[in-house]
């Protein structure tokens, strides 16, 4: 058995639909798209919500809520994970780069460490933004909480 003789299994394909191909074929004329309309005509496309004239239900609902477009976007890091991390790569300093590298966050994010967790080690966290728990846990644990 090799590349040139493979084949689908049998059943598995039907041969296409030749359409247009005149009156004798049977799918000749309109070609299976009916009399008239955007649907018959040629570069039609639909578009995403269209309801054939009637009000599409996204602009039907009642709209509510306010969108803060001043609103940062943390990516949280708990301490049970940061103390994980130390046991496997024994780094005593971790900054925004060392959480990149480890694939804890993208590069461009924000970060903010959660007191979720023990830290036993002193380490010094370079982080966007900390919960008051997880200052007092890197403290008490001899370490350095420093916000970028």
């Given at each position: 058995m090799n590349?040139?003789?493979?084949?689908?299994?049998?059943?598995?394909?039907?041969?296409q639909k030749r359409i247009g191909r005149g009156e004798g074929s049977t799918r000749g004329g309109t070609s299976t798209r009916g009399h008239k309309g955007a649907k018959s005509r040629s570069g039609y496309k639909r578009k995403s919500g269209f309801e054939g004239g009637q009000m599409?239900?996204?602009?039907?609902?009642?709209?509510?809520?306010?969108?803060?477009?001043?609103?940062?976007?943390?990516?949280?890091i708990n301490l049970d994970v940061l103390a994980s991390?130390?046991?496997?790569?024994?780094?005593?300093?971790?900054?925004?780069?060392?959480?990149v590298a480890n694939g804890l966050v993208s590069k461009n994010a924000k970060i903010k460490v959660l007191g979720r967790g023990e830290v036993t080690s002193?380490?010094?966290?370079?982080?966007h933004a900390f919960s008051k728990s997880a200052i007092e846990a890197i403290e008490k644990a001899g370490g350095k909480a420093v916000t970028l």
């Open positions: 590349l040139s003789n493979l084949k689908p299994a049998v059943g598995s394909t039907k041969n599409p239900l996204q602009r039907r609902v009642p709209k509510f809520g306010f969108t803060n477009i001043n609103r940062i976007e943390y990516k949280a991390l130390v046991e496997s790569t024994s780094a005593t300093v971790l900054d925004a780069a060392y959480f002193a380490l010094e966290v370079h982080a």
